[in-house]
């Protein structure tokens, strides 16, 4: 009795009908040439990212010298007097980063999976669009809309918020009363900014699920929702962390939105629901900045370069979770 | 082993020039799958929905409340629970689960939607009376008349429309060069290098406005003094914010570009350079305009880069190399602080203006992202172009 053996597989590579052969050939000069130049023009990158670090770095100094642990100690915020307490600043920026993912996220993730899985394909095209065009709006833009509309409507359900919810310490507002120019409403404004983001990256990752897998999902009785808990969210969950934290690496350096809405001030407060509370490097640095002093200056300089390095490594960071998750998929 | 006939099937074509832009591309097996809305889902949801809206009509009444936003609130939350309910009782736990989920996720697309309509809809509606008032004047006058007792129709943007014109022009022909070389290089290369490089541009991606602003401040305007305010200044600053944009777009088409193409080029003896003038670029010249234009748009409306370093200037300025210069975000800026209501209608018409623009670019990129790689709609002079290739060839 014979047995059917399979044939050996020989132990060279597979099979691969495509892969182009690697040929040393003599490189001409102008190839040479052409080389050097496309490796310099990517030097330029990097280029821009050493000369923010070095000048920022160098111009703020001054102010690291003077200012050292002040920076986070000290309470109040005048550098020209010898106080840097930068420390509400920085909270501020977090805040309002962190108001904006929540409200962002939810949103963000609905409208990746209308996209991909539940709109109608007609709808498909314009859903895509409109996510884009959210993009395309200029921050300021939203941040005019935020001032003379967004900012007073969000301002009756605040102080709902504020009377029936004051014993969570965040739903309270630092000066009694008001209830606009909060650190809520520039969270409020920019989730709209950071929904294209959240919305574009995490429907990129979710796009990658095996289809044969949600199409077994779906074989084997269960039903859509069945599909995106238990195939298209668990492939694409770093993705969407990492959607998320490019999205807040948006929100924390969001310029425009916060300078016209909050309100000028800088005080440690748990309360987010009105004026006069924390501020926000963003708007201390486009408000100070053109009429400040020496020192002032110099230590918006070193706020901005703190800024920079905070959301350079969370996109960083974001970036490498992402891809990580595309390559584990 | 190579029993049975193999048919050499062409590879699929790599769908549309930048993905995120297209249309969700169609699997080649998309199953059939049962949509739409039967009758007695129908009946349901309705039912559901008015319950609520009574239920809610009701309450607030008998409180004696008038919160528009917060009845809205309300009767989503009760409609989507009294939905439920209906649907576990009447269908079972898993068919429950997946109506509310499916409602959620309607409703999130909606709210983002909303989100979109009602800020063009409210800038429209603010900013239409500024710029029709006396149609193409608040187009070309300039803001010398501003102040406390102007008149809408003494003002314009002209000043700002050239200012942004040239700033945005600048920077364009700046960082599109670097951007496709650099792309080029970063497809083309997988080093250490090149993998710093790639995760330096996702990150400059998202870097906050208003350091590239400061950046440049300090790098060219402390140098010059006040004179270096300028349009150029303020171009730089978009150039830094513009670079990793367009770099990472381009990267993305690029790549899309069939390698066979490329092979083909290579294996006949040309070279890289000429590859790349002359088969690489024009096969994803639909992709790179798209990356281009969507810079552009993207970058046209960013003030905290330019607040520092254009100056703002009520009158024209045609040379962007010299003297302050205006530009449409920033005269934005300006004119939001300012008191009095025709100033205010004076911001409102300038975002108007600038939305607009914007919006026009998105369309243009989204048109010229529809055609796919290798054909070439919406390039007039493509057949002029055809032609000399042949004759070259």
């Not at chain 1, 950071?194 to 999902?217: F, G, L, N």
């Not at chain 2, 300090?218 to 270096?228: A, D, Q, T, Y």
């Not at chain 2, 045609?318 to 300006?334: A, K, M, T």
């Amino acid at each position: 009795m014979t047995t059917l053996a399979a044939p050996p597989i020989p132990p060279v590579a597979p099979l691969v009908d495509d892969t182009p052969i690697v040929i040393n050939r003599a490189v001409t000069r102008a190839d040479k040439v052409f080389r050097l130049a496309l490796g310099s023009s990517s030097l330029v990158v990097l280029a821009i990212l050493a000369g923010v670090v070095v000048f920022l770095a160098a111009y703020g100094w001054q102010a690291l010298k003077v200012g050292g642990i002040h920076f986070i100690t000290d309470p109040t915020w005048s550098p020209d007097s010898g106080h840097f307490g930068a420390m509400s600043l920085l909270v501020g920026s977090v805040a309002i980063a962190v108001v904006a993912v929540i409200i962002a996220t939810p949103v963000s993730l609905s409208a990746a999976l209308m996209i991909n899985e539940y709109s109608p394909v007609r709808l498909r095209g314009v859903l895509t669009g409109a996510v884009d065009c959210l993009a395309t709006v200029p921050s300021i833009v939203y941040g005019f809309w935020g001032l003379a509309l967004v900012s007073n409507l969000q301002a009756a359900p605040a102080k709902w918020l504020v009377t029936h919810f004051a014993f969570v310490p965040f739903f309270r507002t630092p000066t009694s009363g008001e209830y606009v120019q909060s650190i809520f409403a520039c969270g409020l404004i920019s989730a709209v900014t950071i929904i294209p983001i959240i919305t574009s990256v995490s429907r990129e990752v979710m796009s990658q699920t095996p289809r044969d897998a949600c199409e077994a999902a779906l074989g084997l009785g269960g039903t859509r929702w069945g599909m995106v808990t238990d195939v298209i969210l668990p492939f694409s969950r770093n993705g969407i962390v990492g959607a998320v934290l490019l999205g807040f690496g948006r929100g924390i350096g969001e310029t425009m939105v916060v300078v016209l809405i909050l309100s000028k001030a800088n005080r440690m407060t748990s309360a987010i629901l009105g004026p006069n509370g924390l501020g926000s490097i963003a708007k201390q640095i486009t408000e100070d900045f053109p009429t400040g002093t020496p020192m002032d200056k110099s230590a918006l300089i070193l706020l901005g370069l703190v800024l920079f390095v905070t959301v350079l490594l969370v996109n960083i960071g974001a970036r490498a979770i992402v891809n990580r998750g595309q390559k584990a998929g | 082993m190579m029993r049975g006939n193999r048919t050499l099937t062409p590879p699929p074509m790599p769908n549309p020039v930048g993905t995120a832009l297209g249309p969700h591309s169609a699997m080649p097996d998309s199953p059939t799958r049962q949509r739409g809305i039967s009758g007695s889902m129908l009946m349901e949801g309705l039912g559901s929905a008015a319950a609520a809206l009574a239920l809610v009509w009701i309450a607030f009444s008998l409180a004696g409340i008038v919160a528009p936003f917060g009845m809205l609130v309300a009767w989503f939350c009760l409609f989507f629970a009294i939905y439920g309910t209906l649907c576990w009782r009447l269908h079972g736990v898993l068919i429950a689960k997946d109506r509310m989920a499916t409602l959620g996720i309607w409703s999130g697309a909606i709210v983002a939607m909303f989100a979109l309509g009602a800020v063009l809809y409210y800038v429209f509606i603010r900013g239409v009376s500024a710029v029709f008032e006396d149609f193409p004047h608040f187009l070309t006058a300039d803001m010398t008349q501003l102040g406390g007792a102007s008149k809408i129709t003494d003002l314009g943007v002209g000043a700002a429309i050239v200012g942004t014109v040239e700033q945005v022009g600048i920077a364009t022909i700046i960082t599109v060069p670097l951007g496709i070389m650099t792309a080029t290089y970063l497809v083309g290369s997988n080093g250490p290098f090149a993998r710093t490089v790639s995760a330096v541009v996702d990150a400059m991606t998202g870097a906050p406005a208003i350091i590239a602003g400061l950046f440049v401040y300090l790098l060219w305007v402390v140098p010059h003094k006040e004179s270096g305010k300028s349009g150029l200044a303020a171009a730089l600053a978009l150039a830094v914010m513009m670079l990793p944009i367009v770099t990472r777009a381009a990267q993305e088409v690029v790549a899309i570009v069939p390698g066979s193409l490329r092979e083909a080029a290579l294996a006949l003896g040309a070279p890289e350079w000429r590859v790349l003038v002359r088969v690489v670029l024009p096969t994803a010249r639909a992709g790179l305009m798209t990356a281009v234009i969507l810079g552009v748009a993207r970058i046209a409306g960013e003030t905290a880069p330019v607040l520092f370093n254009a100056g703002g200037f009520e009158a024209y300025n045609w040379n962007p190399f010299s003297g302050q210069q205006d530009d449409l975000p920033f005269r934005i800026y300006e004119n939001i602080f300012q008191p009095g209501a025709v100033i205010q209608q004076s911001a409102w018409g300038t975002s108007f203006v600038l939305v607009c623009v914007v919006l026009i670019l998105f369309l243009i990129a989204r048109a010229l992202g529809k055609s796919t790689p290798g054909r070439r709609r919406f390039v007039p002079w493509a057949r002029i172009r055809n032609r000399t290739t042949e004759v070259e060839a």
